[in-house]
């Protein structure tokens, strides 16, 4: 949740993902809100001390950025959030920072076989393929 913070349980991930779950578990704040108002959220749980939901809250702003969802497009500022939440082990953010680095998919700002490759590989290694 970007409010509060909390991950989901595996039961409330598979509610979350039929969209049975309007409101968070913990928190009970509503989870679909306007674009603009999610990425606020974000960037007041990432004002919060540091815990464990701060690699998911930074790879869900590269998102952000990289798609334009609720900011101006910015693959610059996407990479830049992918990088924070991939040193901290995420492996969602490793492969999309590795997707970057690709020359085939990659964006063009930082296309580097050796880079792609070692982002890909930790991502793999924490079973993301």
Known sequence: ?????????????????????????????????PDKEMVRQIYQLLARPDGRHTRVAQFYLGQCYASGMGV???S??????YRLSADRGYGNAQY?????????TGTGLAQDDGEAARWFRL??????A
């Not at 610059?76 to 959030?81: D, I, K, Y």
């Open 1 to 33: 949740c970007f409010s509060c913070g909390q991950m989901f349980c595996g039961s409330c991930k598979d509610s979350l993902n039929a969209r049975s779950v309007i409101q968070c578990p913990t928190c009970r704040v509503v989870l679909r809100v």
């Open 72 to 74: 101006a497009q910015d």
């Open 76 to 81: 610059s500022e996407a990479m830049r959030w």
């Open 96 to 104: 999309s920072l590795g997707t970057f680095y690709d020359p085939e």
């Open 123 to 128: 991502a793999a290694n924490q079973g993301h």
